[in-house]
């Protein structure tokens, strides 16, 4: 079963634009993830939010967590075309040791 | 050199062949996971290990089954290969008892005829 779900499932931009993708859980969780897939090939991680955090940046990455409402979002900013990807967010389910993923916001950025 | 790979990197097979692919890491971690990629599903779990003697089923396991044939090596095995078990394949790997990172091989493109 899925624990996140990404919106929007598709999202096309210019180079230069903010790229914003949602996930929403189901369960508790101890940390959300997200993930990158250039097509066809292997998943990259980007970046973790603990569940006591809210907010968390790394370079051109902000991903915000509301536990309240179970849902996180990853803002891109300043778009590549080199972030065309998948974007996949991830969480433990139910406190275990098994990482289950969305189904993913496949990303393009035009040049 | 990857810190997790794979092969082979691409496979095509006949219905009813019996298929292996493996996985290795440098990492020195002891949890080892199968996942399958299907176009707009994500990931799913085939199975996971947490270590050489610890083996378990995921969300989807009929039709696969695995070997830890050391902490370094994970095996997936399609005993009798069917037409919908052509996917993309990772293995990937984590430290123990944590809930942080897992590391991603580059991935298996199986194709059964």
């Known amino acids: 079963s899925q624990q996140g779900e990404e919106d929007p499932q598709a999202l096309s931009i210019q180079e230069g634009e903010n790229a914003t993708m949602n996930c929403s859980y189901k369960?508790?969780?101890?940390?959300l993830q997200w993930y990158r897939q250039n097509s066809g090939r292997g998943l990259v991680h980007l970046i973790l939010?603990?569940?006591?955090?809210r907010e968390k940046h790394s370079g051109r990455l902000r991903v915000t967590l509301d536990t309240s409402k179970k849902s996180s979002s990853l803002l891109i900013t300043a778009s590549r075309a080199a972030d065309t990807a998948s974007y996949f967010c991830?969480?433990?389910?139910?406190?275990?040791?098994?990482?289950?993923f969305g189904k993913g916001t496949k990303l393009t950025v035009n040049p | 050199d990857a810190d997790v790979t794979q092969t082979p990197r691409n496979r095509i097979t006949k219905t009813g062949k019996r298929i292996m692919l493996e996985c290795s890491q440098t990492?020195?971690?002891?949890?080892m996971y199968w996942y399958r990629q299907d176009p707009g599903l994500g990931l799913r779990l085939i199975y996971y290990?947490?270590?050489?003697?610890?083996?378990n089923k995921g969300e989807i396991s009929d039709g696969y089954s695995v070997s830890r044939q050391a902490q370094a090596k994970f095996s997936l095995s399609l005993e009798s290969a069917i037409p919908n078990q052509t996917a993309l394949y990772f293995c990937?790997?984590?430290?123990?008892?944590?809930?942080?990172?897992?590391?991603f091989g580059p991935g298996t493109r199986l194709t059964v005829l």
């Open positions: 990492k020195g971690h002891d949890r």
């Open positions: 990937a790997t984590k430290e123990a008892g944590t809930t942080d990172t897992q590391y």
């Open positions: 939010i603990r569940s006591n955090e």
């Open positions: 991830a969480t433990y389910q139910g406190g275990s040791e098994k990482l289950v």
């Open positions: 290990s947490f270590d050489v003697k610890d083996i």
């Open positions: 369960t508790s969780i101890n940390n």
